[in-house]
């Protein structure tokens, strides 16, 4: 397809998207406020007029072609027009054809690329995979010819985009802010997608961290986090309705770090505290003509290749050595680890296990503001207040497969203080730290001897006094 036509398609796509009647809402996504109140306010509204055009509303979305989002899309030619009726054939390589059979494709679009109809498109009102054939919603007003060619376009994230209104905007917002109608009653808070930042992932964290796979969120979605609301949703949902899930969280995020990327750059030359200052508007105008078209494109651009790079072969961690036996040896080398310097685990979960190591009684800095946060404890880089795992409680959030503890271990828990230690332990010792962290559990419920009044009392059977 022609650069042309990929141009022409981003740009209709909103309206494809959107589809009509029942959809007509005046919705809006919420704005970062607590970041674009820092801008002038001319600057604020050209962040907003840029999301506005690049991804639309929620009820009228922008299927922005730049970023790595399956939108669901299918191209092919019109082989025979009957009435309504459009007998297609599809360019395979192109095409996303199962996602065609998803109920949300009535009222969605099909745009012609060629011909006649060239730039005009038609409301569908179903689809039947099993003979190709389109019905349109309305009465061709140029009915195409035979070898026409055409795109259907959106439905798979408008798909996306409903499912996650019945189950996750009430917890997570229209924004996915975090910020739903029951998130206040919520703790800890639902996630708030717009940092791109998940906690629980397979993927590295050094030098910089890698974004969540499809895979990972496929995980927390289908599975839920235990120890929190965050619900299973297998096997409610269909494993189609899963994937469109993940691509409608995949785009709020990329929306959300986009937004953020866009007032971090403006606020630098263009804050609120310079409202006073000489030519700042016609500075600011000058900016937004000129050099702000290509910096949205190129951070556009980075956030997409992070994303995109999360899915390329390898980014998933995975240990070169199998884990070492679960024995008394290798959870007493674990155990050694865990209250030692090197892994410094007992700092936040304390001597115990119990989440209640030194750390979390200090005053903690705010790495990105570097000010001391009010209140003593950690924090998460959502600013919410945040509690080491109680490893003897026997529940883990991301995960209890021994794999999945290797992970959090080795990587850390993204956007919190818990950090990976790839560089301070072996694969040995990590799996010596899975085997103790797993045994914590049992022994922390196991039944305590009295406490003896002297050496003597202890049977030869409980091993050495020492």
């Not at 689809?127 to 007003?141: G, R, Y």
């Amino acid at each position: 397809m022609s650069v042309r036509w990929q141009s022409l398609i981003a740009v209709m796509l909103a309206g494809l998207l959107a589809g009509c009647g029942g959809d007509a809402s005046k919705a809006r996504f919420a704005e970062n406020s607590a970041l674009a109140k820092q801008l002038l306010p001319k600057a604020r509204k050209a962040v907003q007029k840029t999301l506005d055009e690049h991804f639309g509303a929620p009820l009228d979305s922008v299927a922005w072609l730049k970023l790595p989002v399956n939108y669901g899309k299918a191209e092919g030619t019109v082989k025979s027009v009957d009435g309504l009726k459009l007998s297609v054939e599809f360019n395979k390589e192109a095409s996303d054809v199962d996602g065609l059979t998803s109920p949300e494709l009535a009222r969605a679009g099909l745009l012609f690329t060629s011909g006649v109809s060239a730039g005009k498109q038609v409301l569908l009102a179903k689809f039947d995979p099993k003979t190709n054939v389109f019905e349109a919603l309305q009465t061709l007003d140029s009915p195409p010819a035979k070898d026409d060619t055409f795109v259907a376009a959106g439905h798979f994230l408008r798909h996306g985009r409903k499912l996650y209104a019945r189950h996750c905007q009430h917890c997570h917002g229209v924004s996915g802010d975090g910020d739903g109608t029951t998130a206040k009653y919520l703790n800890p808070r639902p996630r708030d997608y717009r940092l791109g930042v998940f906690k629980f992932t397979s993927t590295g964290s050094f030098p910089a961290p890698i974004k969540a796979t499809r895979d990972d969120l496929k995980r927390v979605i289908a599975l839920g986090i235990p120890g929190t609301y965050m619900p299973s949703f297998v096997p409610m949902l269909k494993e189609n309705e899963l994937t469109a899930i993940i691509e409608y969280v995949r785009w709020l995020a990329m929306r959300g770090e986009i937004e953020k990327g866009l007032i971090t750059e403006l606020k630098g030359e263009y804050s609120r505290d310079r409202s006073k200052d000489e030519g700042i508007d016609k500075s600011l105008e000058t900016y937004l003509g000129e050099a702000y078209p290509n910096f949205v494109n190129e951070i556009a651009g980075e956030v997409g290749e992070k994303w995109s790079g999360a899915e390329e072969e390898g980014t998933a961690i995975t240990p070169k050595k199998p884990r070492t036996q679960d024995t008394a040896e290798s959870r007493h080398r674990g155990k050694e680890l865990f209250l030692g310097n090197k892994a410094k685990c007992v700092n936040c979960h304390g001597p115990a296990g119990r989440g209640n190591g030194p750390m979390t009684e200090d005053f903690q800095k705010n790495p990105t503001t570097n000010e001391v946060y009010a209140e003593r404890g950690l924090f998460d880089v959502w600013d919410q207040p945040i509690k080491p795992r109680d490893l003897t409680r026997g529940i883990y959030r991301g995960g209890r497969r021994p794999i999945d503890i290797y992970r959090r271990i080795y990587v850390g828990i993204k956007g919190t203080p818990m950090p990976g230690n790839s560089q301070a332990l072996s694969e040995d010792e990590i799996w010596d730290l899975v085997n103790y962290a797993l045994s914590v559990p049992y022994d922390s419920q196991a039944p305590k001897l009295p406490k003896p009044h002297s050496v003597a009392e202890y049977s030869t059977e409980h091993g050495h006094a020492n």
